[in-house]
């Protein structure tokens, strides 16, 4: 894994930043707050894989005996990531929300799950046997 330095933290808490401040652009401008919704479902899409991985065996031996419940949480995740693209596209063609407004609040939300991920990635603690 790769290690963390203070500029990887100054960089994805830039991204990060940037990230909220495009979704909270989207609904201040148009004065609509419905795509703040998004910022929830990708702050909770990571937690399934967090509980699952907790949940699952870490027995080397048996390899398959917790594949169920990580297949559970990457489901879980998925459904949570997937559902923060579609709301912002759902609530524009509904009328709800600008196209524009839906653009800023889709690439900020990825932008703060791309980031949650990386944090995640760099600050990994690796297991001893």
């Known amino acids: 894994m790769p290690a963390a330095g203070l500029k990887t933290i100054i ?3 830039f991204v990060l930043a940037v990230g909220f401040l495009l979704v909270i652009l989207s609904c201040a401008l148009w004065h609509v707050y419905y795509p703040l919704l998004v910022v929830g479902t990708y702050v909770l899409a990571p937690v399934p894989n967090w509980i699952c991985s907790h949940c699952a065996n870490p027995d080397d031996f048996v390899e398959s005996s917790g594949a169920a419940v990580l297949d559970l949480g990457r489901f879980c995740t998925g459904f949570l990531v997937v559902m923060g693209i579609a ?4 609530l524009a063609h509904a009328g709800l929300i600008n196209y524009a407004a839906m653009t800023m609040s889709v690439i900020g939300g990825l932008l703060i799950y791309g980031t949650i991920i990386s944090f995640a990635m760099f600050f990994q603690e690796e297991q001893e046997f």
Request: aromatic letters at 0%; zero cysteines.
């Open 11 to 13: 960089a994805l808490s």
């Open 87 to 90: 709301l912002p596209v759902i």
